[in-house]
Every structure is written in C-alpha cells, then in structure tokens.
C-alpha cells in the first residue's frame, strides 16, 4: 500500500474492515477481473466472497444484523473495490442505496421485515429513477402509480438499473396524484414504492419485465436493465416510508449516498491507474533507461498522484460530512465531480504512458480506459453537478446590498 490516498482519523475497526476488503481485492478480484469483464460475466463468486464477509450489511444497523458502520467506512470501502474492478462496487452500491432508504425513512415493519434478509445478502436492492425520455430532470418522470383498493397499479418505462436483473428489490419513483390538488409542484406528488420480484429476465412477475442487459462500452460484468411495469400491483405497505408524496425527497437523500459513492468510485479507479502508470513507468526502457527517469513521465505522475490525493480528500470529507447529520449536497457534488473529472485524467495519463500497448486488450488500462467515461454521467452528470455546486454557493455567498 503506498502513501496515496491514506485517511486519518479512522478506528481500529475501520483499519480492520479497509485490511481485509483491501486483501479481498488483491487476491479475489484484481487477478480475475479483466478477464471476467472481456466476457461481460456477473461476478457471482466474486459476490459471494462479498456476502461471506458480510459487507452487504456493512451501513444497516447492528440492531437487524448488520456492521453499522458510517457512510466514511462504507465509501473507503468502494474506493478499494473500485480499484480492483468498479463493476463490482456497482453491484454493492445500489443496494446500500436501498438500505439507507429503508433506514432513513422506512416504517418499522419495511424495515423489520427488509433490512435483516438485506444486511445477510439474501436481499439484493436496486433503485430505480430514471426514464427514457428523462435525463436528469427527474421531476418530470411520467411512470404512475394509482390507487386501487388496497394497492397501487404501477404503469411506465424506467431505464439505467444497475443490478435490474440480479436484484430482488427496487425501490422506483413514481408520479402519484392522490391527495395533492392540480397545480402541486411536481415534486411533491411523487411516491418511492419498494418493488419485490424474483431475480431473473423476462417478465419476473404479472406486470413486470425486466428486458436483457443493456449492452454497454464499459461497466460490463454488472447487469444494467430497463424496467417495465403494465399494471404491476403493489400493496400499500409496500409505499416506502407509508406515505405517498414524500419520493423525491426521499431519492435525493439516497442521492447523496450515491454521489459520494461515485466520488469513491473514481478515487479507487484512478488509484488504480495510477499504480498501473507507476508499474509500467519503471519496467519500460527508451534511450537506454526506463521512461520512470524521463522529466515528462515524471511530470505526468507528478500529475496523476496529486489528482489522486485531491479528490480522496474531497471525497472523505463529503462522507464525514453526512456522517455527522449535516446537508451535504454540496460537498458531495463537489467531491463526485472532482473525483469523476480527475479520474478520467489519471486514467488518461496511465493510457498515455503505456504508449501503444495501452490499447492492446492485454493490458488492465484498456478495461479502465473505458470504465472511467462513466463516472462522468453516473448519479448526475458533471454539467448537473456544476449547477448544484453553483446554486448552493450563491445561497451561501449571496450578495447583502
């Protein structure tokens, strides 16, 4: 482990969890996985390992048998898996959204009854918001769901579900109309309803289908669906929270988990880059001396290792920050930005030094060379980010004249 990227602070428990995640990776995944990327596999025993070490329950409360560990632990812990494959902190992320949704705003029953079968693995979550036709705006989502008798029939096309196949859960956004008058503000009349259905393709139960992945430049190995409701019924009790209209407010929550998710994500790939550019640097010769001792490589890794160092920090801090209950919208936009922007330069950079053999399928830089792009649009765009950033910053700094 180099001096890259170290967090102070943190408790002997913390160091244990990172040693053993870090170990896991090393030896479980990074052997394994461009191989298992090039033929776009599921990770399932990679998954397991996962399970077995109970990181699916890592963030759920100790109380239904989970570490109950802060959202810090959890996103060092991305930031690991994200250095060995971030496919595989793609499968783990979306269900920690799930499960700080449920123990966020969860009824004690949801919670009862989803939480314990989530922090063992038995569950796996996946959430859904996006649409076709949507791109960021998620205000404007058309999918609905309308009251009957004792449930809600859901109707619509949701698109972008990391996990849609393998998960047993979703948590989906819709628009629901029922008790807010004409002319409510179209966020407030959206509703989080918790989806159960059998992992799989095709139609996964009446009114629900679950098309085949979507096949995509780089994230390969974790499945990425649409999802399609036609009058799926859903019970009342399965309204997250027990209350409709509260969904948009209860998905940016989960939103800010998964930013800085992302911010880790790309701190874990361009670590990667970075070792990768540092390896390869040294074992290359030109001129009669490996390319390490030529200024221009050497400005290159000046470079990527400050890049590394810069978005780790922003990122610890935009999980301190939620940890310690404060809003953190902003420091987690700024985080996922940095991190996703500065990525893609390290990443760059680690290619550029691999010179040709950067292209060549043999070389790990390749798989991450199309992995980064991601990170760019993933939970928000940078263009999205940036007006979040700006807009938070004028309320903070707004002008007294």
């Known amino acids: 482990m180099g001096r890259l990227a170290q967090t102070d602070s943190l408790t002997d428990v913390q160091r244990e969890i990172l040693s053993t995640v870090r170990d896991f990776v090393d030896k479980e995944i990074l052997p394994v996985a461009t191989e298992l990327e ?28 989970g570490l109950g560990e802060s959202l810090l632990t959890y996103a060092l812990c991305v930031e690991e898996l994200s250095r060995g494959w971030m496919s595989v902190s793609g499968i783990v992320n979306t269900h920690f959204i799930v499960a700080y949704l449920l123990k966020q705003h ?13 922090a063992a693995g038995e569950i796996r979550g996946a ?21 009957d008798g004792d449930g809600y029939l859901l109707t619509g096309q949701k698109m972008w579900l990391t996990n849609g ?50 096949e995509k430049m780089g994230y390969k190995g974790v499945d990425t669906t649409e999802l399609i409701m036609d009058g799926l019924r859903v019970p009342a009790d399965r309204v997250l929270g027990g209350a409709t209209g509260r969904g948009f407010y209860q998905m940016m929550d989960g939103v800010e988990v998964g930013r800085v998710n992302v911010a880790a994500r ?20 030109t001129f009669g001396k490996p390319i390490a001792e030529h200024q221009a490589i050497q400005f290159k890794l000046a470079d990527m290792g400050t890049k590394v160092e810069a978005a780790h920090a ?88």
Request: glycine fraction near 12%; charged fraction near 30%; charge should be negative.
């Open 127 to 147: 959430f859904s918001m996006s649409e076709p036709a949507l791109g960021s705006d998620v205000s404007a989502i058309t999918s609905k769901g309308v009251r």
């Open 266 to 285: 790309g701190c874990g790939v361009a670590q990667r880059a970075f070792e990768l550019g540092a390896s390869y640097a040294q074992q290359r010769h």
């Open 314 to 401: 922003m990122m610890v801090n935009a999980a301190r920050k939620k940890d310690s209950g404060q809003r953190n919208d902003l420091e987690a936009g700024m985080a996922k930005y940095l991190a996703s922007e500065y990525c893609k330069e390290v990443v760059e950079d680690a290619f550029r030094i691999h010179g040709g053999y950067g292209f060549s399928k043999e070389y790990e830089i390749e798989r991450l060379y199309r992995e980064a792009p991601m990170l760019l649009i993933g939970e928000g765009t940078a263009e999205i980010q940036k007006m979040i950033i700006g807009r938070r910053l004028l309320e903070e700094y707004r002008f007294q004249g």
């Open 106 to 118: 969860g009824t004690d029953e949801q919670k009862d009854y989803f939480l314990p079968r989530m």
């Open 38 to 65: 090039h033929r776009d596999e599921y990770p399932a025993r990679i998954v397991e390992g996962l399970t077995e070490l109970g990181l699916f329950g890592l963030m759920i409360p100790e109380e239904y048998g």
């Open 165 to 214: 196949g393998s998960s047993s859960l979703v948590a989906v956004l819709c628009r629901t109309d029922e008790g807010h008058p004409e002319g409510t503000a179209r966020h407030k009349s959206m509703t989080t309803f918790l989806v159960e259905k059998e992992p799989g393709f095709g139609e996964v139960k009446p009114g629900l289908t679950i098309p085949g992945k979507i």
